[in-house]
């Protein structure tokens, strides 16, 4: 019941800690020996994705290894596995010089040298190893004479182990402005110092579901010291620490996808050039600068342009208030928020986020017309009016109906007080004001004519999909769906949580929903 030579001889002697690749995922050896009672060699990985695996790296009540996941670990043969292959290896594998285009393993698509004056490595500005067996850098120097005028380096879902081996990659590659290396796991370097000119052109930096907290992304980010644009989303980052002295540069930075203790989220407020930042889907639902009064600009978030706020938990109209305090935002996304209008209706909804939000140039996407702004700022007038009357009216209302309605002061100088005859009473949250008019149409069907439905905005897809069902006489779970907005034609939207509303999808009047089976 010994361990085979033949399979010690398949094994790397460096096999605990490298990554590998087994019928098509990817896993991380944590252990390499026998499994009594069984005889031969065996691997003990650990699973990227946990669903993948079998325990928790005991068997027989012997602990053999540990993992994250109480289900993440295997025990597999060494013949089921591969260690994968060097960088210029991989290059040859996908970028065969010797034919026009060759099918990638990751997809039918096909990879051509379009563009590229001269069919050779020496000129590839872009290097596509997404999903490639990419293990490390191979023979010292190769990688300079060979690809040296490489920008752009994807090596997502890669084999390397270490951010040692990624430094001898780049490090050759004296043009690299862009690497890609989500899905990876990356050991962190010993002496990050030794690393700080492997990266001195890098401006964009993807680490998207790397399980990688953002304390170990402060720990390498010295060697990213020309660092624009930091993408770190799905990584369950949960608490953010003020990045001092490093990340200064950085331009824009996506943190969706992570469940962040928001009373953390002002750590990253102080970053002096930081103009984008996606806090998409985070759970979300306040963010204060109390350092401002309101109506008054903040010092925090001093570049930021853009703000992306989409499937969150923001309810209170007071965040939009908090946010009117950034000096320089015109761009907001805030889909999928329960920010709602006293009628109820989407539309409205929108026209307050407009109003209270003076500076802004576009939201979710759509430039506001200067049209849309008069007429979204004399309806907010009008319609908070009446309150303002009865908080004393004139330029010194209540302090506390300024601190509800920072901008409203602003907009009686820009239009004039409103005429009482004007004052809009608050409408009901009820149905008849929340009611859409939705097209369905059928892309794949085309002698099926157009269907055209008034539904209420808080109706959920699981119940639009029922409608739909009786109409077509076709199973709910075969129906896929997605909408078009007039607002912006041609992009297609999918709709993919049977458990959400047509609101929550920022579906409006007018719309069409194209219905596939």
Not at 152 to 169: M, Q
Not at 314 to 321: L, S
């Amino acid at each position: 019941m010994g361990v085979d030579h033949t399979e010690l001889e398949e094994v790397p002697a460096d096999a605990v800690g490298r990554r590998v690749a087994c019928d098509g995922e990817r896993a991380t050896v944590r252990y390499v020996g026998p499994v009594p009672p069984t005889a031969g060699l065996w691997l003990g990985v650990e699973w990227d994705h946990p669903e993948r695996g079998k325990h928790d790296g005991s068997h027989g009540g012997v602990q053999y290894f540990t993992c994250r996941h109480p289900k993440g670990g295997s025990f597999v043969r060494p013949a089921k596995v591969s260690f994968g292959v060097d960088f210029l290896t991989a290059v040859h594998q996908v970028y065969q010089t010797d034919t026009e285009e060759v099918l990638t393993d990751a997809s039918s698509e096909k990879l051509s040298w379009l563009g590229i004056s001269e069919r050779s490595y020496e000129n590839l500005p872009t290097v596509l190893l997404t999903r490639s067996e990419v293990n490390g850098p191979g023979a010292d120097g190769e990688i300079r004479r060979t690809t040296p005028n490489v920008k752009y380096l994807d090596l997502s879902r890669t084999l390397l182990c270490c951010w040692e081996d990624v430094s001898a990659v780049s490090q050759q590659l004296d043009h690299l402005e862009n690497l890609q290396l989500s899905n990876t796991r990356l050991r962190l370097p010993a002496d990050v110092s030794a690393h700080l000119q492997a990266f001195s052109s890098l401006r964009v930096l993807a680490l998207n579901s790397c399980d990688i907290t953002w304390s170990q992304i402060l720990q390498c980010a010295p060697m990213w010291p020309q660092l624009e644009n930091l993408s770190v989303e799905a990584n369950d980052i949960r608490e953010l620490q003020r990045p001092d002295g490093v990340l200064q540069t950085l331009r824009s930075l996506s943190l969706a996808s992570n469940p962040l203790l928001q009373l953390t989220v002002l750590s990253v407020a102080a970053l002096p050039r930081l103009e984008q930042l996606s806090l998409a889907n985070t759970g979300l639902s306040d963010l204060r600068f109390d350092d401002a009064a309101p109506g008054a600009p903040t010092a925090m978030f001093p570049s930021l342009t853009s703000l992306n706020l989409d499937q969150n938990n923001i309810t209170e109209w007071g965040v939009v208030d908090e946010l009117a305090k950034l000096p320089r935002l015109v761009k907001l996304s805030c889909r999928g928020n329960r920010l709602v209008s006293s009628d109820g209706n989407p539309r409205t909804a929108n026209q307050l986020l407009i109003a209270k939000l003076g500076q802004l140039v576009f939201l979710n996407s759509c430039e506001i017309q200067a049209e849309d702004r008069r007429g979204a700022e004399l309806d907010y007038i009008k319609m908070f009016g009446e309150e303002w009357l009865k908080a004393g009216g004139g330029n010194e209302p209540s302090s506390q109906f300024t601190c509800r309605h920072p901008r409203y002061l602003s907009l009686i100088n820009k239009y004039g007080a409103p005429e009482e005859g004007e004052l809009k009473k608050p409408e009901p949250f009820a149905l008849k004001n929340q009611l859409l008019k939705i097209t369905f149409v059928f892309p794949d069907d085309a002698e099926r004519k157009p269907i055209e439905k008034k539904l209420p905005a808080s109706m959920l897809v699981q119940k639009v999909k029922g409608l739909l069902y009786r109409l077509l006489k076709v199973p709910a779970a075969d129906l896929q769906l997605s909408y078009t907005s007039m607002k912006m034609v041609g992009t297609e939207f999918e709709i993919d949580s049977d458990q959400k509303t047509l609101e929550f999808y920022s579906i409006e009047d007018g719309d069409q929903v194209l219905v596939r089976w």
